[in-house]
Every structure is written in C-alpha cells, then in structure tokens.
C-alpha cells in the first residue's frame, strides 16, 4: 500500500484487509455492546440493535482503525511513531494506541477544538501541535512533524489501515445478528462508512448500506448525486465529528458499494441524542445521534427491516450538554 | 408462601426459587451487559465487572423481582391486578411488569417522591395513589387500596418472589464470569442483596459477598453488627434509593449468608458517580454509585480480588444531576 503525503492511497482495502484487523485488534479493542429498545423500536416499526462504540476505548469507534494502523506497522517504523491531525477522537483514539505499543504519538490539533478532547489527547500521551483551523494548515504542520521525526502519518480516514480497522464495527454486529437487513451508521470523513460498505458488500450483499450526515456538511450526499466527489462544501453543524469531507477513497468505496446517504438537521441530531439519553440511557455525541436522526426523520426507509445502527462516539462533556 | 399484611413472610426463598424465577423471566427481563475498565482496575489494583442493571427494563433492577411476581400470580389473582407502595423505582417496574401480562397495577407514592421517577409509574399505566411520607402511612394506604381492590400486595423488597426474582442478576454474573471470587451490592431494604446472597451460598459458596451502604442509614450494617434488626435508624442520604429499612426476612437471610456490610459517605457517592460517568460512560443514580464508593473507601478489601459490581438503576434526570 502506498500512501502519498495528502493521505491518498493508490490501492483501496478489501474485505480481507478487515478480517487481518480483526484478528490484529482481539483482545486490543473493545467488543462493545448492542443495546435495543423496545420504545425506539415501536417508534420507528423496526428492530433496531444500537452498537456502542461510544464505549469503545477511547470513547469512538476510532481507537479501532488506529489500533489497526499502529500494530500493523513494522519494527522499524513504529520506533519513530506516529503523526496525525484531528481535532478530536482520531487524536485520542491514535494517541491511545500508540501508547499501547510503547510508541511515541504526535497530534496537530486545529485551534478551536473542544478543550476536553485535546485534554484527553495530553494525557494519553501525545505531543500536541496548534494550528490553524484549517484543512491546508492541518496537513502542511503533519508533514512537517512527519520531515522532523521520520514518525508515520495516520490519516484519520483515507488511511486504508483505518478503513479497514473501522469496518471491524460491521464485522461484530453482523456476527452478533446475522438477521440485519439493514446497516447504519454516520458519515464525515468516511473511514467507517467505507469499512463498513466494504464488509457489508463482502459478507452480506443484500444488506442495506445507509450512511446518516448532517445537511450542514452534506458533501457525501452531494457527493454521491453527482457522481464525483464535491470538497467544497463549508460545514456548519452541531455535529463535531462529521464536519470532514469525505476523503477520496472513502468516496470511490461508498459509491461502488451503493451506500446511500439520509440527511438530518441540527434540531433532528438534538432532538435524537435527548432521546438516546432517555431510552437507551446513553450519553453519546452529536455525530452518533445521526443515525436515531435519520430513523426518524426518513421512517420509510427503515420500516420492517432489522437495523444495525453504529453509535460511534461519547466524547462530550456532561456538564455543557447541547441539548436541554 | 403466606403474606401478611406488613408484607412478612413466613419461609424464606431458596435457590431454587431464584432458578425459577430466572426461567420465568427469560425473554421478559434483559440480559444485561458487563462492563469493564482498566483505569478503574489499575485504580483498584482489582479486575471489577459492572454489571449494568440500569440499563433494565425500567431502568433498574426491580423489574426481575416485580416481574417474577407479577407473572407467578395465578389468573383469578392476576385478574385482580397488583399494588404495591414506592416512592420510586419498584413502583415503575411493577406497573411495567403488570403492564406487561395485562394486568392493573395500584402504585402508592408518598408525598417527597422524585416527581421524574412518578411521572415514569404513570406513564407505564399504574394508578397513582399519594399517601404521607411515613412507612406507616404507606403501608396503611396499600392495606387500603389492597381491601378494596383485591388486588395482590407486592412488597418492595420483603416479598419473596421479589426476592427471588432480584437474585437473578448474581446467576447472570456468575453464568457469565465464572471466576468471580467477590460479589458487591448496594443494601437498602434488601432485596437484591438477600436475592443474591442465595445464589452466592448455593452455587458459589467460597464467594466474598459483599453489600454497600450509605453511611446516613446504615441499618443493615448496625443490623448485622448487633446480630438482631435495628429498624430505628432515621436515614439521611443523597441515595433515595437506599432509605429503606432492611426488611426481616431480608435481614435473616444477610445474616444466614454471611454477607458483610460496607458503608460510604455521600460524597464519597456522588465522586464515584462522577467516576461511572468518566471512565464507564454511564451516568447511573446515587445509589448505584455507593458499589464504586465502597471499592475505593475499602481498597484493601478488594485488592487482587474479580468482583462482581452490581449498577442498580439509572433514574435521574439528566438536567438536574447531584455532581457538578
């Protein structure tokens, strides 16, 4: 695999590449549990089995891909570390894990990001950098810390290493409920999305593939319409997570594999996540509330059909909650 | 099995009775998840299994021994429907249980009760009856609601098939983690505790059993220390669900078990508390919180040890938490 320094890959991962993952990631990731509701699932006349990546290490589904990426690396490499830029559960999750290997970690982080992300990013023990907020200032600081220290860059969804980690998610829930005719889960960047897709065309064909994004970073969605990729979109949403635009291989993946995109609003994401909270008495993030969203807000595309739902992140702080 | 008006009852639940219950309630209650965290291992220096009652239907544990005792009523009993006293979590998980086969449930709430946990007796379809906030007035009113219903008493916590029913989480743990060597409760009125401590001495007899209380009323402790029950203690506590007083033949069977109490201070509840939410990403009420509270007050009765933690209920209102 080679990846060049804007994080493209020449050769997108398979569904063999998620199986390796899986087995890297036994006994180093979570197998989360799937919550259900009989509430939820009278409300949506579905059944719908909720996976809890926000109780993933780390708190998102993330510390899959970059456990993936980290213990995939070989001796030489790993001594010099790993780089990336997030603002958020990519740099905990890549910092965590690095730390699992004994392995230096270094994170740009954006100025901007919500101050208990970066927090738990310090204390896994990454070097932190500042930089402007911006995708170009993002990727010219990583390549500099990657010319400084020689240490790996872990893009946090084109790497094919992380797809392939991300889609482990639908490799469990598929194992856990063979019946799903129908899978889940939100878009931003698309590392999980394209990890799923790819499991989901492998091992179940007929499923469903469903990605929910918000309409204030809807440039997967306007993506797929127009059959080529659209990075331009400016991204205004609660949903800190999904803010990325879906990176190129991300794209090529979702639109082979027949993904389809929901679009929810703001209102929609809050009003999902209260009642996340109050059915399945979990605290997750905007991001993970996209899906309950677009349940919702799209109930005939789900009604009578067995749904895995990807809830993938928890990072938010209990004491400044978006909703009231 | 005879009740009698104060809700006492002449013999004792047996193991067996748990292994029946648990039989009647395959496929009504949940089979909850364990949870596990390695900051809170290292912290205890003890491998602690969660096993998450709050995510019960009614989101506690007093589903099992309310729905054990609504579905073992015979149908001229059944017909006549269920009342019971509360002034909170038993009474939403009997008018659920009774909700559940059909049948009318009678719930009497004193005055004081948390108006969240009243609302949810409502909305699962119970008729609410409010009487003073006094044992003796609520069990007055019950008596009353009893004689001009017909309807069956369940006792919160002195009832036999709730007894029996509460024992079932100690099989699921068990079933699910053979190599516990320690199991740790919350103690209130006694339920769960006296449920559990059946199951520990039939099926695991060398298991440390072990109960958390809150120091502001600690009867079950000053119970088990003078060897006879002290049922005058006035409690004071942030855990509303733990203010009951330990019933008699809850009593008789934590002592019969060897079960050894443990107490906490409030603010060692609401720092534990606050420590589910960090690490275990669940937010659960007071009382749930006093299992973490009494590992970390009582660090040397725990270390080296597999611990079976039993999380008891979730009900609170999210806007309105006792941690700031």
Known sequence: MSVSSEGRIANLPTLADVRTAAARLAGRARVTPILRSE???????????????????????KFRGACNAVWSLDEAHAARGVVTHSSGNHGQALALAAASRGLPAHVVVPEGAVRAKVEA????????????????AREAEAARVVDATGATLVHPYTDSRVIAGQGTVALELLQAVPSLDTLLVPVGGGGLAAGCALVGRGIAPNLALLAAEPAGADDAARSLRAGRRIADVVPETVCDGLRATVGAPNFDILKACGVAVLTVTDAQVLAAMRLLWRELRQVVEPSSATVLAAIQAHPEVFAGRE??????????????????
Do not use: M
């Open 39 to 61: 509430v939820l699932d009278a409300a949506a006349g579905a059944r719908l089995h909720f996976k809890c990546e926000h109780l993933q290490h780390s708190g998102a589904f």
């Open 121 to 136: 990013i310090e204390a896994a023990g990454a070097r932190i950098y500042r930089c402007a907020p911006t995708q170009a």
């Open 307 to 324: 749904v895995g739902v990807v809830l993938t992140g928890g990072n938010v702080d209990l004491d400044a909650l978006p909703f009231g």
